[in-house]
């Protein structure tokens, strides 16, 4: 049964990630072009005229964006599936589209949506390429925690309502709980780098862009799996008939 | 009575991940990270020169680290 829910996962994710690429390419490619040139002039500035090759074409780069949406859609997906097969049970919704996309809407919330508040993403020339490997920790590490903090708040929501807390006041005692954890965590956090004098609109509009390639991508998870679990049960409910039957 | 043996049954039928299925999860989050974040930079204290490598399929999903929110560099 599990090894059913990842091969879903790893199918649902590959095609959201496709899809979120190509949000990213009609939508967030305009601004990172500019980005790129951004980078190259000032480049070509300091080096006096002379020109960096580069390994990979800008075209190159532009398939290879299909290539990483593609791939980590996949690997999301995947593991999508096996948390799907974890919570499922566990989840109190009607359907598995249901299941799906609330799950898919919580990920999102921990994987994209609290760090993006944090450390929004950045345009190539923004940050110090020194600096990469801690600000990697540190991104990875907000997404870990933040996963973590919806976990909890769902856990001790569920837990409260079996104690049969009123619902209104139970989902703003999870939701005021929930807010002070993350700003908690933003403020032990180190801070990002600073954009120094790139173009702030061309700024927020590449992040506007980074964060709907994201939202994408999880939502093209939530209802792609939720609606190939659905065709699932549906097919075994009529195996099950066919059985009877005979 | 009745919410007893619910919870009994909601229990029973509970799901938990098997070793393999553990161990898929590790093998994914380790693909996810190679695909998002490595780099010859990011990787040379751990995998001195040949972290090189890495730094051909930085530059290839360059676009997409940057669009998915991923620091790249």
């Known amino acids: ?246 | 009575m009745e919410v007893i043996v619910e919870k009994r049954l909601a229990q029973q039928a509970s799901t938990t991940l098997p070793v393999w299925g553990w161990t898929a999860l590790a093998l994914l989050l380790l693909a996810l990270f190679m695909i998002l974040s490595a780099s010859g930079t990011l990787l040379a204290p751990v995998l001195g020169d040949t972290s090189g490598i890495f730094n051909y399929l930085h530059e290839f999903a360059h676009d997409g680290r940057h669009l998915l929110g991923v620091p790249c560099h």
């Open chain 1, 1 to 246: 049964m599990v090894a059913a829910y990842l091969r879903r996962g790893l199918a649902a994710g590959l095609i959201a990630g496709l899809l979120s690429g190509l949000f990213a390419f009609f939508v967030g490619e305009p601004a990172m072009d500019r980005a790129v040139a951004l980078e190259e002039a000032s480049a070509e500035a300091h080096a006096g005229g002379h020109h960096e090759e580069e390994i990979f074409s800008r075209g190159a780069q532009k398939v290879g964006l299909f290539f990483a949406t593609g791939l980590s859609g996949a690997t999301v997906g995947g593991i999508f599936g096996l948390a799907f097969a974890y919570f499922r049970d566990r989840l109190t919704s009607r359907s598995d589209l249901a299941r799906s996309i609330f799950l898919a809407g919580a990920v999102f919330c921990g994987m994209a949506l609290i760090p993006a508040l944090k450390y929004p993403a950045n345009p190539p020339s923004v940050g110090d390429p020194e600096t990469i490997g801690a600000r990697t920790i540190a991104y990875f590490a907000l997404v870990g925690l933040s996963l973590l903090a919806i976990y909890a708040a769902w856990q001790i929501s569920h837990a409260l309502r079996e104690q049969g807390m009123d619902d209104t006041l139970r989902r703003l005692a999870i939701g005021v709980g929930l807010v002070v954890v993350v700003v908690a965590l933003f403020l032990a956090l180190p801070s990002g780098p600073s954009a120094g004098d790139f173009p702030r609109g061309l700024l927020w509009g590449f992040r506007l862009a980074a964060l709907g390639t994201q939202a994408v991508m999880w939502a093209g998870i939530g209802v792609l799996f939720g609606f190939l679990s659905e065709r699932a049960n549906r097919m075994e409910r009529r195996e099950a008939g066919h059985r009877v039957a005979f």
